[in-house]
């Protein structure tokens, strides 16, 4: 059983280009959560999708970011315009269907390390 | 709201003693809490949960934590430190209120060092 799959491990833009970061969940989960975590910093939750459907997406910034979980398919970060500060370690996690995580522990990615140059 | 206060952000100590790595949050719920590793490069590991049974939780690799409700703490311990024990650790609170909403709020993390 496959854990939860990031790809790419690591992604380097130049600014202005669009940034595209794609994650597996683990067989049978159904939530999945963004975090990013920027240089000497904890993880900061972005956004929680379930198929289809944004659950809440208050972490992420007004502009440039956006997210998908579609009904086939892995997750989706995508982010237009990059900038020099978008640079960071984004992870995924996934959950099962009904806990959130709360109680089962979230299923961390190995991350894509984003650098913008 | 939630939040974690983790106030060392490193920590020094030789192999074969003892590790404390402190921990303190606030929550307007009853809290799960977890603590998770993070190795160079590597992706997140959970170490152990505490989600309202037990208030001492063992983990993995010799690690335990215990949860104490009236100082609002949940430090990391382990009796012997090891070398591969060297990497960053995360005090994590997911309020439960939200059920299935629940998000993860992060500490800034602690970077253990294991001298030899």
């Known amino acids: 059983n496959a854990g939860v799959m990031q790809n790419p491990r690591h992604l380097v833009r130049r600014r202005g280009q669009e940034a595209r970061l794609r994650c597996s969940p683990m067989k049978g989960h159904s939530h999945v959560y963004w975090y990013r975590q920027l240089p000497e910093e904890g993880l900061k939750f972005m956004v929680y999708?379930?198929?289809?459907?944004?659950?809440?997406e208050s972490g992420m910034p007004k502009e440039r970011f956006s997210a998908e979980f579609p009904k086939e398919g892995p997750s989706i970060l995508r982010i237009q315009q990059v900038v020099r500060g978008d640079s960071a370690a984004y992870f995924c996690?996934?959950?099962?269907?009904?806990?959130?995580?709360?109680?089962?522990?979230?299923?961390f990615g190995s991350g894509t390390r984003l650098t913008v140059v | 709201a939630q939040s974690v206060t983790q106030l060392d952000s490193h920590v020094s100590v030789s192999e074969g003693t003892p590790v404390l790595l402190r921990c303190n949050y606030s929550?307007?719920?009853?809290?799960?809490l977890f603590w998770y590793v993070q190795h160079p490069n590597k992706g997140l590991q959970l170490l152990l949960k505490?989600?309202?049974?037990?208030?001492l939780v063992k983990g993995i690799n010799g690690f335990e934590a215990e949860f104490k409700k009236s100082e609002t703490s949940f430090h990391l311990t382990k009796p012997s430190a090891h070398m591969s024990d060297a990497a960053e650790y995360f005090c994590?609170?997911?309020?439960?209120?939200?059920?299935?909403?629940?998000?993860?709020?992060f500490g800034k993390g602690i970077t253990l060092s294991v001298r030899p």
């Open positions: 505490y989600t309202s049974a037990a208030t």
């Open positions: 999708l379930q198929k289809e459907n944004i659950i809440d």
């Open positions: 929550s307007s719920y009853s809290p799960s």
């Open positions: 994590v609170v997911s309020d439960r209120s939200g059920g299935a909403n629940s998000k993860l709020t």
């Open positions: 996690a996934s959950s099962p269907l009904g806990t959130g995580g709360q109680n089962y522990g979230y299923t």
